[in-house]
């Protein structure tokens, strides 16, 4: 069983930046792949990013390609999500799960079986 708990989200302006974290509990943390969602209002829970167990693999969605950046600390039982050149189309509640049998390429949130309480991000424009 991981507990999954997020931090870090706020108030930005468009072009900022924020990191979110997600500490985990349970000593079987390294053993899952990890990734961050986010559901806006009206809309569906989508992917944002995902990394593999070891951190050396990393999948990113085409609308935040290039701006944020996933990674993890298995020594911390963390996973981050670096969030640059935010946009108000980013704003939304960001989550974050743990994905057992995967291996950082799987998208579909059916597949990740821990999640967290979620984070606010607000982009102003």
């Known amino acids: 069983q991981v507990q999954l708990v997020e931090s870090g989200g706020g108030l930005v302006q468009a072009g900022g930046s924020l990191r979110l974290s997600c500490a985990a509990s349970?000593?079987?943390?390294?053993?899952?792949?990890m990734g961050w969602f986010r559901q806006a209002p009206g809309k569906e829970r989508e992917f944002v990013a995902a990394?593999?167990?070891?951190?050396?693999?990393?999948n990113y969605a085409d609308s935040v390609k290039g701006r944020f950046t996933i990674s993890r600390d298995n020594a911390k039982n963390t996973v981050y999500l670096q969030m640059n050149s935010l946009k108000a189309e980013d704003t939304a509640v960001y989550y974050c799960a743990a994905d057992a049998y995967g291996s950082g390429h799987r998208r579909n949130t059916y597949e990740y079986v821990h999640w967290g309480q979620g984070t606010q991000v607000t982009v102003s424009s």
């Open positions: 990394i593999s167990w070891t951190g050396g693999y990393q």
């Open positions: 349970g000593r079987t943390f390294s053993s899952y792949a």
